[in-house]
């Protein structure tokens, strides 16, 4: 496990750090997942009630049915790619864990618009990275690659 996580699961770390949106819904997590971070990125006054898991219903099945992706057998990389395509304004970065090497997927789109999520494998559940570099504790992003590191020198 990295250094920063000090033993502790992936769900433990994302209901500690305020750089984490844990998503309370067990079904369909992506989807509001999802929304909880396109209100986080274009301040949208509902973020703090998605986030508090209210008021998720109707977006969350608008966001389906306009998708048209199905979540009823899981949420892998063929649902994460058929979001990316309905949602060409924003780029869905997904870690695996809180490694910030391991991206498990990197959108296609140049948009500066960016939905970072965090996949725990563990319980195969998708929570929203609302601060990238407080949930990977770097010091430092590059905004072009979206490699997280520590010191001034690359």
């Given at each position: 496990?990295a250094?920063?996580t000090?033993?502790?699961?992936?769900?433990?770390?994302?209901?500690?750090k305020k750089?984490?949106?844990?998503?309370?819904?067990?079904?369909?997590?992506?989807?509001?997942?999802?929304?909880?971070?396109?209100?986080?990125?274009?301040g949208?006054?509902?973020?703090?009630?998605?986030?508090?898991?209210?008021?998720?219903k109707e977006p969350?099945?608008?966001?389906?049915?306009?998708s048209?992706?199905?979540?009823?057998?899981?949420a892998?990389?063929?649902?994460?790619q058929k979001f990316?395509?309905?949602l060409?304004?924003?780029?869905?970065?997904v870690?695996?864990?809180?490694?910030?090497d391991r991206?498990?997927v990197?959108?296609?789109?140049?948009s500066?618009?960016?939905?970072?999520?965090?996949?725990?494998?563990?319980?195969?559940?998708y929570?929203?990275?609302?601060?990238l570099?407080g949930?990977?504790?770097?010091?430092y992003?590059?905004n072009?690659?979206?490699?997280?590191?520590?010191?001034?020198?690359?």
């Open positions: 496990m250094e920063n000090k033993g502790r699961s992936v769900s433990v770390l994302s209901a500690v750089s984490i949106v844990t998503v309370k819904a067990v079904f369909l997590c992506l989807a509001h997942a999802l929304i909880i971070a396109m209100a986080k990125v274009n949208d006054s509902k973020f703090k009630s998605y986030s508090n898991g209210r008021c998720l969350v099945e608008e966001l389906l049915k306009a048209g992706v199905d979540l009823s057998n899981g892998g990389f063929k649902e994460l990316q395509q309905y060409s304004d924003y780029k869905i970065i870690f695996d864990g809180l490694y910030p991206v498990m990197s959108g296609n789109s140049l500066a618009k960016k939905l970072y999520l965090l996949y725990d494998s563990n319980n195969d559940h929570n929203v990275i609302t601060n570099k949930a990977m504790a770097k010091r992003i590059c072009g690659c979206d490699t997280l590191y520590d010191c001034t020198h690359v």
